[in-house]
DNA sequence: ATATTAATGTTATATTATTACACAATGTTA
DNA sequence: TAACATTGTGTAATAATATAACATTAATAT
């Protein structure tokens, strides 16, 4: 029992759209998505966003708000999609999952002064990456 | 000298937008300030979404990705949009600005083993809020 | 004054996402 | 296994969010 959640058995849509995304080195987008799947019988736009959306409530993919992009989850550690932390290449439009345990700690443990009981979180890094950063 | 960003003298469409997301409780939407804005002479969508672009650009407002929603901002200490974190309540929507000295310093130090340098980062923490939370 | 930059007004269109409805597959559970 | 509930599918239509392109005007800087 090594795996953080459940195991789901995806349908033939989510398997379809989840491949797509773990294989893409970039965020996809629904519509980029729907493009890629249509000749394999996914024709319409809600095939797709119910797929994504199952899929990021099993944790097997994340949304990148500020992009509306999709990428497959590679941090067994980020429970089911409750504490995602995400580095975002502003030039180039890299997006990397964070997983720092320190972070992940900070901030399922962080308190506001109202008292809020937070179930869930998503942070988004913005900046330049190695490659963009001028030396 | 107690501001923290130059003041900007805002433009007519800037200013009118501004004081409608400023007085409302609760974040706005671009096309329900639009609807909002029409007896003013604001008539079409990108002359709001130019207006919005603008005040998260000098830090007046933030929007709220999570929501695709706009909100004043009320914190001298998110230097310019640079770092902004909120809370979320996902029962009544309530939208807060988080104000922690704590969680700025930690995030704005956060350095990721990629060594990617970071401008900015905008954090969103999503649960129930006191008031929605049953006792 | 004139060059430059920033903002405006307008039309059209692109992109992202959901509603509504009928039906099929799968999973209880009695 | 029959009945029921739940989840997923397929399709059409439409809503909601956001940008492109172009002409013009206002503000700022030299």
């Given at each position: 029992?090594?795996?953080?959640?459940?195991?789901?058995?995806?349908?033939?849509?989510?398997?379809?759209?989840?491949?797509?995304?773990?294989?893409?080195?970039e965020p996809m987008k629904a519509?980029s998505?729907?493009?890629?799947?249509?000749?394999?019988?996914?024709?319409?736009?809600?095939?797709?966003?119910?797929?994504?959306?199952?899929?990021?409530?099993?944790?097997?993919?994340h949304k990148i708000e500020s992009r509306n992009a999709f990428i497959?989850?590679?941090?067994?550690?980020?429970?089911?999609?409750?504490?995602?932390?995400f580095?975002i290449c502003e030039?180039?439009e890299k997006v990397?999952?964070?997983?720092?345990?320190?972070?992940?700690?900070?901030?399922?443990?962080?308190?506001?002064?109202?008292?809020?009981?937070?179930?869930?979180?998503?942070?988004e890094?913005f900046?330049?990456?190695?490659?963009?950063?001028?030396?």
């Amino acid at each position: 029992m090594s795996k953080m959640h459940k195991e789901h058995t995806l349908t033939k849509n989510q398997q379809i759209i989840f491949d797509l995304i773990d294989k893409s080195p970039e965020p996809m987008k629904a519509y980029s998505i729907l493009f890629s799947v249509q000749k394999k019988g996914i024709n319409a736009p809600l095939q797709v966003y119910r797929a994504l959306d199952k899929l990021v409530e099993i944790g097997k993919i994340h949304k990148i708000e500020s992009r509306n992009a999709f990428i497959a989850c590679h941090n067994s550690s980020c429970q089911v999609a409750k504490a995602t932390a995400f580095s975002i290449c502003e030039i180039c439009e890299k997006v990397t999952e964070i997983s720092s345990t320190g972070l992940s700690k900070y901030l399922t443990n962080f308190k506001d002064k109202d008292g809020m009981k937070y179930s869930k979180y998503n942070l988004e890094f913005f900046g330049s990456c190695k490659k963009c950063t001028p030396k």
